[in-house]
């Protein structure tokens, strides 16, 4: 019997936890990241759109046959919030959206 302890099944469970706690703050806490949306010049509810993509990446990335989407995903949300902080020189905050896509990577490479 294969075990579902898998170095690609942790590493996608660690990634779709991840992403789901972002969803999560995006969704809900609303003062910090809507002003951040604002100063960056996003939409008034872009906050709410990253935030049901990163739940959808999350959800593609618990269940094995739709990891490798899940993961693509994740890495483009993580991709356009690097973009997003670095055009405004906010590098420090670029540190946890690439260690994020570093996980989505091994996910990748892992499934």
Sequence with gaps: MASIFTAGNIVAFIAGCLMLTGAFMNAVEKGRFKDDYKRWGYPRRMHLITAALEALSAVLLFWPPTRLYGAILGALVMLAAIATVVRHREHRRAIPPI?????????????
């Design 99 to 111: 260690v994020y896509l570093v996980l989505l990577g091994a996910v990748i490479a892992l499934n």
